[in-house]
Nanobody, 126 residues
Framework: QVQLVESGGGSVQAGGSLRLSCAAS????????MGWFRQAPGKEREGVAG???????NYADSVKGRFTISQDNAKKTLYLQIDNLKPEDTAMYYC????????????????????WGQGTQVTVSS
C-alpha cells in the first residue's frame, strides 16, 4: 500500500523559505512521476511542480524561479524548496505520486497521480 506523508509546512513571513518533504512508502515503480499540488481556501487544487523518473521537471508559471522540486531516491523522499515566499503561496500543499513516467506537459495535471498525501499547511504573512 502506497503511503505519502508530507512535512515541513509552517507559518512564515513573506520573503522567507521553507522546505517541504514527502516520505513515500510502499512505492517501488521504476517509471514514475511525483508532484506537488496546493489548494487555497475557496480555490481549486493546482499543480505547482512535478518530476518524472527521467528527471524531467515542470513548474507552474507562478512559482518558477522560487520553487525547486527534487528527490532523494535512496530515502524515497520528494522535496519542494520554496524561496521568496509570498502571501499568495498560502495553501495546503499535497504530495502526489503516479506509477508511470508521464511527459513534462502532464506533470502539473492531477490525472497521472492516483496516490496522494494528507497535506501540509503553508501560511505566509505579509
Amino acid at each position: 500500500q502506497v503511503q505519502l506523508v508530507e512535512s515541513g509546512g509552517g507559518s512564515v513571513q513573506a520573503g522567507g523559505s521553507l522546505r517541504l518533504s514527502c516520505a513515500a512508502s510502499g512505492y517501488t515503480y521504476r517509471s514514475y512521476c511525483m508532484g506537488w499540488f496546493r489548494q487555497a481556501p475557496g480555490k481549486e487544487r493546482e499543480g505547482v511542480a512535478g518530476i518524472n523518473s527521467d528527471g524531467v521537471t515542470n513548474y507552474a508559471d507562478s512559482v518558477k524561479g522560487r520553487f525547486t522540486i527534487s528527490q532523494d531516491n535512496a530515502k524515497k523522499t520528494l522535496y519542494l524548496q520554496i524561496d521568496n515566499l509570498k502571501p499568495e503561496d498560502t495553501a495546503m500543499y499535497y504530495c502526489a505520486a503516479g506509477a508511470s513516467s508521464y511527459p513534462q506537459s502532464w506533470l502539473l495535471s492531477p490525472l497521472p497521480y492516483p496516490y496522494w498525501g494528507q497535506g501540509t499547511q503553508v501560511t505566509v504573512s505579509s
